[in-house]
């Protein structure tokens, strides 16, 4: 799919969606990017800016903003960011939209903000082959000489664990019902998938481990449902 695909998509998305309870991934910072951050944030130059790649309505955005001097949430969906802009204002914390598949985009705010770091969070699984291979030279023009990449990204065994949440709600469970009547596909990425990928652009693991998606919804024995991922952080290759 094109940029504009995508865009739609995402507008479709958060156009109909309430940004109070119905998105499916929204977890809390301190079990999201606080949590990534602990276990991993030493491996980033605080004195960068970082970038909030795919930042939607700007929950893990925000929180950021709180560990940061300057903090920029980058979404392709201005439904999204407009959600995102009508929180409370934050120093140092800005919304843009970013067609992260365009390079010469990515360029223009390396140039405008210096070389940052990146942290994207559930991205890749929801792009087509063609359109990650696109979004990662976005994402390595963004990095600079400097920055790093802490990504947040569906594990293999997410794909069972997706079977297990169908099998309990009898279909869609709620929240992911949204996801998918916009015709978003989420799909785990398998084994070896995104270091292939960074591979590409020159980019290598400095740092990895295993996480999970706390997501909103609440299975029928009262826990919350958690979505296996894998974690890294992607530095240039020396």
């Known amino acids: 799919m094109s940029a504009a695909d995508y865009a739609k998509l995402w507008d479709d998305y ?4 309430d940004a109070t309870g ?3 991934w929204d977890s809390r910072p301190e079990v999201g990017v606080e949590d990534d951050l602990r276990r991993f944030g030493a491996h980033l130059d605080r004195t960068l800016p970082i ?3 795919g930042c939607g309505h700007g929950t893990q955005t925000r929180a950021l903003a709180r560990q940061f001097s300057r903090v920029v949430g980058a979404d392709v969906s201005a439904a999204g960011l407009a959600i995102a802009l009508a929180g409370e204002p934050l120093p140092g914390l800005e919304f843009v939209v970013l067609d992260l598949l365009d390079p010469a985009a990515a ?4 140039r405008r903000i210096g070389d940052a770091n990146v942290y994207v969070r559930a991205v890749f699984h929801q792009l087509d082959e063609a359109a990650r291979v696109q979004a990662v030279a976005g994402l390595r023009a963004l990095l600079g000489h400097r920055g790093r990449a802490l990504v947040c990204e569906l594990s293999p065994a997410a794909d069972a664990y997706f079977e297990y949440l169908f099998a309990e709600f009898g279909g869609p469970p709620p929240g992911l019902q949204q996801v998918l009547r916009h015709g978003i596909r989420p799909a785990a990425l398998q084994r070896g998938d995104l270091t292939r990928l960074f591979a590409l652009a020159g980019l290598t693991p400095i740092a990895q481990g295993k996480g999970s998606i706390h997501t909103t919804l609440t299975l029928p024995g009262g826990h919350t449902a958690l979505v296996p991922t894998d974690l890294f952080v992607f530095g240039r290759a020396t």
């Open 22 to 24: 119905q998105v499916f």
């Open 107 to 110: 360029a223009a705010l390396q």
């Open 14 to 17: 958060w156009s109909d969606t």
């Open 51 to 53: 970038v909030d790649l």
